[in-house]
């Protein structure tokens, strides 16, 4: 499609974000260097087309459920991901002017959709939808000394919203994993295994064996009944649940990144990946007595482990299991 009307940083992020995260799957720079030159160009594009640092092209958060949120800050963002990615590329491949280039670039463009959409003092962006809150946090876009404000508000609007879903395809990406990654991730289950609409136990309740394109199951367009645009919350299952994560120091699972969640309302989860060093496994059971938590980390890999109450250790290959009462 180029350039056509239906694109825009939201859609064709994807020259940027698919290989940055098969690098860090797999720890192969290959497909950083041979799209180096096209994301390179693709960023150039932008930023004639950007000079101050905000972008309309895009379709926005497509196809929500009633908040719609500016086509201006969710189109942003991407480009601002697209540039952020670019210079750690660059990094990586030795380009050391380049990844300077782009870290100005990136910083530009985070300010400018600062100073546009963020009220310092409320800790809101725009009027507060989830996908205008979840995605800067997501993303990378929030100062640090506001996470708390953000996150908080973002919880507030998901209880308001008597913790359903009120967000569309780039909101879906971001709201289980900022709810997550920022100190709510009961909320986020909740959220997750809700069966009335709109939700994805909803789609199930009436029939659904693949996911849809649209949370409406009776909508006059939009209604594709095996489509991924929703389906982040499958890679949140590993993500959130089982805490399994890439570490971008150390990629290709070198290191595993691992955070579970125990979220209050489910007893028992366990996830599996196959990373390049073999299997990674991680697994959870609540009993009377406490969680037991047990992780498998791969031959010649290490694991960084966070749990509660208990800090971060490191763990050599092997199995390990633990009590958290």
């Not at 693709?42 to 972008?55: D, F």
């Not at 601002?80 to 990136?106: E, H």
């Amino acid at each position: 499609m180029g350039y056509h009307w239906a694109n825009g940083p939201d859609w064709t992020s994807t020259i940027a974000i698919i290989p940055w995260n098969v690098y860090l799957f797999y720890g192969d720079k290959k497909i950083l260097l041979d799209n180096y030159d096209n994301i390179k160009r693709y960023v150039n594009h932008l930023t004639e087309q950007s000079p101050v640092g905000l972008t309309s092209w895009g379709l926005g958060d497509w196809v929500p459920v009633k908040s719609k949120s500016p086509v201006e800050l969710t189109s942003s963002i991407y480009y601002f991901v697209d540039v952020a990615i670019l210079s750690k590329m660059a990094k990586l491949l030795g380009k050391q002017s380049d990844a300077d280039t782009y870290a100005c670039l990136a910083m530009k463009i985070k300010q400018a959709i600062n100073s546009t959409y963020l009220n310092k003092e409320t800790g809101l962006y725009g009027s507060g939808s989830q996908t205008e809150l979840s995605a800067p946090l997501y993303w990378g876009l929030v100062p640090d000394e506001l996470k708390h404000k953000v996150s908080a508000n973002l919880a507030k609007r998901v209880k308001d919203d008597n913790a359903h879903l009120d967000v569309g395809l780039l909101g879906t990406k971001t709201i289980l994993n900022a709810l997550s990654e920022n100190g709510y991730a009961d909320l986020a289950y909740q959220v997750a295994s809700q069966e009335n609409f709109p939700s994805w136990g909803w789609w199930i309740k009436n029939g659904a064996t693949t996911l849809y394109e649209n949370w409406s199951i009776d909508a006059k367009k939009d209604i594709s009944q095996n489509h991924i645009m929703f389906g982040e919350i499958g890679a949140w299952y590993y993500k959130a649940l089982g805490g399994i994560n890439p570490d971008s120091q150390h990629p290709g699972f070198k290191n595993v990144l691992i955070e579970p969640h125990f979220v209050s309302g489910l007893d028992r989860f366990e996830a599996t990946h196959n990373g390049p060093y073999g299997t990674i496994r991680s697994g959870w059971e609540r009993s009377s007595t406490g969680i037991t938590y047990s992780l498998t980390v791969p031959p010649n890999s290490t694991a960084s482990l966070k749990l509660p109450g208990l800090g971060i250790q490191k763990l050599q290959a092997g199995t390990h299991l633990f009590k958290i009462k």
